[in-house]
Protein backbone atom coordinates (compact mmCIF):
# COMPACT_ATOMS: atom_id res chain seq x y z
CA UNK A 1 0.00 0.00 0.00
CA UNK A 2 3.14 2.28 1.08
CA UNK A 3 4.38 1.61 -2.62
CA UNK A 4 0.87 2.32 -3.71
CA UNK A 5 0.75 5.80 -2.29
CA UNK A 6 4.02 6.86 -3.02
CA UNK A 7 3.64 5.61 -6.99
CA UNK A 8 0.46 7.66 -7.21
CA UNK A 9 2.26 11.04 -5.03
CA UNK A 10 5.20 10.58 -7.90
CA UNK A 11 2.84 9.97 -10.92
CA UNK A 12 0.59 13.59 -9.96
CA UNK A 13 4.12 15.45 -9.47
CA UNK A 14 5.08 14.49 -12.87
CA UNK A 15 2.23 15.39 -14.48
CA UNK A 16 2.32 18.82 -13.19
CA UNK A 17 5.96 19.51 -13.22
CA UNK A 18 8.37 19.75 -16.01
CA UNK A 19 10.78 16.18 -16.10
CA UNK A 20 13.87 17.69 -18.22
CA UNK A 21 16.66 15.99 -19.02
CA UNK A 22 19.75 16.99 -21.19
CA UNK A 23 20.75 14.36 -24.47
CA UNK A 24 24.01 15.80 -24.84
CA UNK A 25 25.50 19.74 -25.39
CA UNK A 26 22.85 20.56 -28.20
CA UNK A 27 19.65 19.03 -26.76
CA UNK A 28 17.39 18.23 -23.80
CA UNK A 29 14.09 16.12 -23.57
CA UNK A 30 11.10 17.07 -21.84
CA UNK A 31 9.47 13.08 -20.59
CA UNK A 32 6.89 14.47 -18.48
CA UNK A 33 3.56 12.82 -18.23
CA UNK A 34 1.19 13.83 -20.00
CA UNK A 35 -1.83 12.50 -17.60
CA UNK A 36 -2.20 10.16 -14.88
CA UNK A 37 -1.37 6.66 -15.70
CA UNK A 38 -3.80 3.75 -17.20
CA UNK A 39 -3.17 0.97 -14.94
CA UNK A 40 -4.65 -2.12 -15.93
CA UNK A 41 -4.63 -5.52 -14.02
CA UNK A 42 -1.91 -6.88 -15.91
CA UNK A 43 0.12 -3.90 -17.56
CA UNK A 44 0.58 -0.02 -16.92
CA UNK A 45 0.48 2.51 -19.91
CA UNK A 46 2.69 5.67 -19.37
CA UNK A 47 2.11 8.57 -21.52
CA UNK A 48 5.09 10.40 -21.75
CA UNK A 49 5.67 13.87 -23.75
CA UNK A 50 8.91 13.30 -25.50
CA UNK A 51 9.63 16.53 -26.64
CA UNK A 52 13.33 17.49 -27.61
CA UNK A 53 14.10 20.98 -27.18
CA UNK A 54 17.73 22.76 -27.79
CA UNK A 55 20.00 22.98 -25.24
CA UNK A 56 18.32 25.73 -22.42
CA UNK A 57 16.23 26.68 -25.60
CA UNK A 58 12.57 25.69 -24.76
CA UNK A 59 10.82 27.26 -28.12
CA UNK A 60 8.03 26.24 -29.63
CA UNK A 61 8.00 23.30 -32.08
CA UNK A 62 6.44 23.81 -35.61
CA UNK A 63 5.16 19.87 -35.36
CA UNK A 64 1.99 18.56 -33.78
CA UNK A 65 1.48 15.38 -31.63
CA UNK A 66 -0.60 12.55 -33.19
CA UNK A 67 -2.40 10.14 -31.02
CA UNK A 68 -0.46 6.38 -31.30
CA UNK A 69 -1.50 3.29 -29.82
CA UNK A 70 1.07 0.35 -28.57
CA UNK A 71 0.10 -3.13 -30.34
CA UNK A 72 -1.78 -4.84 -27.88
CA UNK A 73 0.85 -7.78 -26.99
CA UNK A 74 2.17 -9.48 -23.99
CA UNK A 75 5.33 -11.70 -24.23
CA UNK A 76 7.27 -9.10 -23.32
CA UNK A 77 8.33 -7.18 -20.19
CA UNK A 78 8.42 -3.73 -21.53
CA UNK A 79 7.66 -2.02 -24.85
CA UNK A 80 8.85 1.19 -25.76
CA UNK A 81 7.47 3.19 -28.35
CA UNK A 82 8.42 6.75 -29.84
CA UNK A 83 6.42 8.73 -32.23
CA UNK A 84 7.06 10.46 -35.25
CA UNK A 85 6.51 13.69 -33.39
CA UNK A 86 9.46 12.40 -31.18
CA UNK A 87 11.75 12.56 -34.00
CA UNK A 88 10.73 15.59 -35.53
CA UNK A 89 11.18 17.57 -32.71
CA UNK A 90 14.72 16.40 -32.37
CA UNK A 91 15.46 17.21 -35.82
CA UNK A 92 14.07 20.53 -35.01
CA UNK A 93 15.95 20.65 -31.76
CA UNK A 94 19.61 19.58 -33.87
CA UNK A 95 18.78 21.88 -36.65
CA UNK A 96 18.12 24.60 -34.17
CA UNK A 97 21.41 24.14 -32.64
CA UNK A 98 23.75 23.87 -35.81
CA UNK A 99 24.11 20.55 -35.98
CA UNK A 100 23.77 19.71 -39.21
CA UNK A 101 26.43 22.29 -40.20
CA UNK A 102 30.08 21.00 -40.43
CA UNK A 103 33.53 21.94 -42.38
CA UNK A 104 35.77 18.87 -43.19
CA UNK A 105 39.24 19.48 -44.18
CA UNK A 106 42.51 17.87 -43.57
CA UNK A 107 43.73 19.35 -40.38
CA UNK A 108 39.96 17.67 -38.96
CA UNK A 109 39.69 14.47 -40.83
CA UNK A 110 43.13 12.61 -41.58
CA UNK A 111 41.61 10.30 -44.06
CA UNK A 112 40.39 13.66 -46.13
CA UNK A 113 42.70 14.40 -48.91
CA UNK A 114 41.10 16.19 -51.66
CA UNK A 115 42.91 19.08 -53.28
CA UNK A 116 41.84 21.38 -56.42
CA UNK A 117 43.47 19.09 -58.71
CA UNK A 118 40.89 16.44 -58.49
CA UNK A 119 37.98 19.03 -59.22
CA UNK A 120 39.72 20.94 -61.54
CA UNK A 121 39.45 17.53 -63.52
CA UNK A 122 35.83 17.57 -63.32
CA UNK A 123 35.38 21.58 -63.82
CA UNK A 124 37.27 23.44 -65.99
CA UNK A 125 36.88 26.59 -64.13
CA UNK A 126 39.13 25.37 -61.05
CA UNK A 127 41.60 24.33 -63.08
CA UNK A 128 41.84 27.82 -64.44
CA UNK A 129 41.70 29.60 -61.06
CA UNK A 130 44.41 27.09 -59.22
CA UNK A 131 47.10 25.91 -61.06
CA UNK A 132 48.80 24.97 -58.26
CA UNK A 133 47.07 22.30 -56.24
CA UNK A 134 46.16 23.38 -53.05
CA UNK A 135 44.16 21.27 -50.51
CA UNK A 136 40.40 21.91 -50.32
CA UNK A 137 37.48 22.25 -47.01
CA UNK A 138 34.37 21.06 -47.48
CA UNK A 139 31.40 23.40 -45.65
CA UNK A 140 28.44 21.17 -45.44
CA UNK A 141 25.06 22.59 -43.79
CA UNK A 142 21.03 21.86 -43.90
CA UNK A 143 19.09 24.73 -45.25
CA UNK A 144 15.93 23.82 -44.15
CA UNK A 145 14.64 21.37 -41.29
CA UNK A 146 15.33 17.60 -42.17
CA UNK A 147 12.21 15.87 -42.38
CA UNK A 148 11.81 12.49 -40.60
CA UNK A 149 9.16 9.99 -41.56
CA UNK A 150 8.76 6.70 -39.99
CA UNK A 151 7.74 3.49 -41.85
CA UNK A 152 6.72 0.17 -40.92
CA UNK A 153 10.16 -1.08 -40.45
CA UNK A 154 12.07 1.67 -41.01
CA UNK A 155 12.19 5.66 -41.19
CA UNK A 156 12.84 8.03 -43.77
CA UNK A 157 14.74 11.32 -43.82
CA UNK A 158 15.12 14.20 -46.17
CA UNK A 159 17.91 16.30 -46.01
CA UNK A 160 18.04 19.85 -48.02
CA UNK A 161 21.52 21.64 -48.02
CA UNK A 162 24.60 23.11 -49.75
CA UNK A 163 27.77 21.90 -49.49
CA UNK A 164 30.33 25.12 -50.51
CA UNK A 165 34.42 23.88 -51.66
CA UNK A 166 37.43 26.39 -50.73
CA UNK A 167 40.55 26.39 -51.49
CA UNK A 168 43.07 26.15 -48.52
CA UNK A 169 45.77 28.89 -50.02
CA UNK A 170 49.62 28.78 -48.56
CA UNK A 171 48.97 31.58 -46.13
CA UNK A 172 46.07 29.30 -44.55
CA UNK A 173 43.41 31.96 -45.79
CA UNK A 174 40.64 30.30 -47.84
CA UNK A 175 38.91 31.16 -51.25
CA UNK A 176 35.75 29.64 -52.04
CA UNK A 177 35.88 28.05 -55.42
CA UNK A 178 31.94 26.77 -56.01
CA UNK A 179 28.92 25.89 -53.80
CA UNK A 180 25.97 23.52 -55.00
CA UNK A 181 22.34 22.91 -53.44
CA UNK A 182 22.27 18.98 -51.91
CA UNK A 183 18.98 17.15 -51.48
CA UNK A 184 19.32 13.65 -50.12
CA UNK A 185 16.48 11.01 -49.41
CA UNK A 186 18.08 7.92 -46.85
CA UNK A 187 16.08 5.32 -45.51
CA UNK A 188 17.54 4.03 -42.09
CA UNK A 189 16.58 0.83 -40.53
CA UNK A 190 17.01 -0.53 -36.79
CA UNK A 191 17.66 -4.10 -36.16
CA UNK A 192 19.08 -5.98 -32.56
CA UNK A 193 22.40 -7.79 -32.90
CA UNK A 194 24.23 -9.29 -29.42
CA UNK A 195 22.02 -6.98 -27.93
CA UNK A 196 22.67 -3.65 -29.44
CA UNK A 197 20.62 -1.65 -31.25
CA UNK A 198 22.35 -0.89 -35.40
CA UNK A 199 20.89 0.96 -38.02
CA UNK A 200 21.62 0.48 -41.19
CA UNK A 201 21.57 3.43 -43.72
CA UNK A 202 20.61 3.81 -47.72
CA UNK A 203 20.87 5.90 -50.00
CA UNK A 204 17.47 6.15 -52.10
CA UNK A 205 18.39 9.67 -53.77
Known sequence: KIISVVFVIFCVLSTTLTVV???DDLAEVDYSLNSLPAVFRPFIDLDLKGIVFPTGNYIDSPY??????????????LYLAFSEYFFQTSSFAYYTAGAFNTTIAEQTCSYFNINTEIFGSIIPEVA???VTPYPVMLKLMATEIPIISLQQDSFTVEIQGSMEVLA???????QSL???????????????FDQKLMGSLCLNR
Open 21 to 23: RQI
Open 64 to 77: VAAFFTIPDQSDSM
Open 128 to 130: KYS
Open 168 to 174: VLPDSTT
Open 178 to 192: FTMNIAANTSISLNI
